[in-house]
């Protein structure tokens, strides 16, 4: 019995459950219908098993990957009993908050290298299909999220507009190749060509964003849409600069390197494109996840939860929101000019408006603010596609279905998205202990309300 504002309470005491044997309890889960499922009673291969043989050059990658869920498996055991072995302490609270901080802390860095090694082993073992999806629409759609992520996920922006300043890295790295039917008389390699399409870019951020970012909400996301057809529709029209409908006159080269004697060339193997996509996203990563930390990241922060608030606080509410919103423009640039290198060919079908919302959704089912999780939702919903559409599981009409049922009942049961970030397990923590302590409160006796 306690009491709230003067008044006896009775609250239902529930038993926490150590969130690690939770977690361990699913992956067992899982891993015993993955046995019914790729074995028959009779002991042989199903059709799932065949899928995994088709994916990876070698199956050894899966006895890997089952030893590696293995060890995982018994490090979240030996944690939960350390945890639980310090309960009859005196000190347990503050040795289990240490515990606690260290045990994040070292989980994080066990996680980056994990992600770095599987980003740079697994590729090599899969079969060439599934190397050109992990090039050709993972690491796009990634970066494309961790871009958007700031705009949406940090200041709480929404911007339908997205693909355009996509289009627009794209065209950029056209028209300074010689690839367009109007050539600027000289031509110039990809990689020079990166940091002139992402200051053309945050230009563009610029002059979208001084003139709308005082609107808020639905406003703001048909102004961004409406950036997107404008965009749209000057590189259908405009045949004599962009070429068209039909696209670049020319196919736009490759990155390469001839310089200190040192010559390389990319070519459509897969691989070499792979590296580069990951080497660029580790660079924006890593600036993003000090922006974050930052005085500008709080900023972001306090305005996304409460602009009003934010600005009477003093802070500068249209700065920031610039700042993010032409952020992630350059990223989307610089996806652009990675994109139309790899492919050598685009034209304006190649950006549909679409693709925005596409983006908004790989955001939102990975985890809005979290990169981890936007990286991961991102990766999930554009390579399992691919991998069941190659094995004729789905049509390829009916993805878009699927993955609109999959973000339903992800927001039904998960709404804070795959892997949410610190911040959003609070708050919805929070809201949770709000409403128990609402149902407590109306539990009480009649008499005693």
């Known amino acids: 019995m306690s009491q709230v504002g003067g008044l006896p309470v009775r609250v239902k ?10 977690r361990l309890f699913g ?21 799932h098993t065949l899928v995994l043989d088709a994916a990876f050059k070698s199956t050894a990658l899966i006895w890997w990957l089952l030893g590696a869920v293995a ?28 515990r606690t901080v260290s045990d994040r802390k ?26 050109r999806v992990l090039v050709d629409q993972v690491a796009v759609f990634v970066l494309l999220a961790v871009g958007l992520n700031v705009v949406v996920g940090w200041s709480g922006l929404l911007d339908l507009g997205y693909i355009a300043f996509f289009a627009i890295g794209a065209y950029t790295t056209a028209y300074f190749t010689g ?21 053309v870019c945050l230009i563009a951020g610029l002059l979208l964003g001084a003139p709308t970012l005082r609107l808020r909400g639905d406003y703001l996301a048909i102004v961004t849409l409406g950036f997107h057809e404008i ?77 009003v608030a934010a600005a009477a606080s003093g802070v500068p509410t249209v700065k920031y929101k610039l700042m993010a919103f032409s952020i992630g423009a350059s990223t989307s640039g610089l996806a652009g000019v990675l994109y139309g290198s790899r492919l050598g060919y685009i034209n304006p079908a190649s950006f549909p408006v679409v693709l925005s919302i596409t983006v908004l959704s790989y955001v ?23 991998v069941f559409q190659e094995q004729n599981l789905v049509r390829q009409e009916d993805i878009p279905m699927w ?35 609402a149902d407590a409160m109306s539990e009480a006796p009649e008499g005693r309300q």
């Open 13 to 22: 005491r529930s038993r926490k459950v150590d969130p690690r044997l939770v």
């Open 364 to 386: 939102i089912f990975g985890g809005m603010g979290a990169i981890i999780g936007v990286i991961a939702g991102a990766a999930l919903l554009t390579f399992l596609p691919a």
């Open 106 to 131: 070292l989980t994080r860095q066990l996680a980056v290298l994990a992600l770095v090694l599987a980003a740079l082993i697994i590729p090599n073992l899969m079969s060439e299909f599934y190397q």
């Open 27 to 47: 992956w067992l889960v899982l891993g015993a219908l993955l046995r019914l499922m790729t074995v028959t009673t009779e002991g042989t291969a199903t059709d």
């Open 179 to 199: 690839s367009l039917p109007v050539t600027p008389g000289f031509r110039l390699n990809p990689f020079v060509i990166l940091p002139i399409a992402v200051i």
């Open 231 to 307: 965009v749209q529709l000057f590189l259908v029209n405009k045949n004599n600069w962009t070429g068209g409908n039909q696209g670049v006159s020319k196919p736009i080269p490759h990155f390469s390197i001839n310089i200190f004697g040192i010559h390389y060339q990319w070519t459509l193997d897969s691989m070499p494109y792979w590296y580069l996509f990951m080497g660029m996203l580790a660079i924006v990563v890593f600036l993003f996840a000090r922006l974050e930390h930052s005085k500008v990241g709080r900023s972001w922060t306090a305005i996304r939860e409460d602009e």
């Open 71 to 98: 060890v995982w498996a018994l490090t979240e055991l030996w944690r939960a009993r350390k945890v639980g072995s310090l309960v009859s302490d005196r000190t347990a609270g503050a040795r289990k908050q240490w």
């Open 403 to 437: 993955i609109g049922a999959i973000l339903v009942v992800m927001m039904l049961f998960r709404p804070q998205g795959l892997i949410p970030s610190r911040r959003r397990r609070r708050e919805l923590r929070l809201a949770q202990q709000g409403i128990a302590d």
